[in-house]
């Protein structure tokens, strides 16, 4: 007779980063792949290229721009606490268009946010995070 040692389950919250290299290397983990690593232009998608930045205690906002569409990112991705559920939010402020805003509990950054906004457009961005300093940028065009 076969017994069977029962197991413990952890409940793990990974990255979709983390959890592709989990699937494509069959559970073991690969090194510069888990959440907490990803760029402001991995965040945003391709084509994306940092424009601006402004650093906090505890995180980045940052301010992208895609030529090619026309369009701003904003994020904001923590420097500290990485893997631990904190509030974080980012706004993006394109002048006389209106402002877009994320707020959200998350562990390591915030979900982009998108605006259309062609190169000379005015455009501001803030951020914060919980327990921490909010800080954000003046308009100034997209070059």
């Not at 605006?115 to 457009?121: E, L, M, N, Q, R």
């Amino acid at each position: 007779m076969t017994y069977f040692r029962p197991m413990r389950i952890t409940s793990i919250m990974l990255g979709s980063v983390a959890t592709a290299a989990l699937l494509v290397a069959g559970g073991t983990a690969l090194a510069g792949t888990s959440a907490g690593r990803d760029t402001p232009a991995k965040v945003c998608g391709p084509g994306f290229a940092v424009q601006r930045s402004v650093a906090f205690k505890g995180a980045v906002t940052y301010l992208l721009h895609n030529a090619g569409t026309r369009s701003a990112c904003a994020v904001t991705i923590k420097t500290t606490d990485l893997r631990k559920r904190t509030k974080i939010w980012v706004a993006l402020d394109v002048k006389n268009a209106g402002v877009v805003k994320n707020e959200e509990l998350t562990v390591d950054h915030t979900v982009p946010i998108y605006h259309y906004a062609p190169v000379g457009t005015q455009v501001k961005i803030s951020g914060g995070i919980d327990g921490g300093a909010t800080s954000g940028t003046d308009y100034a065009p997209i070059e």
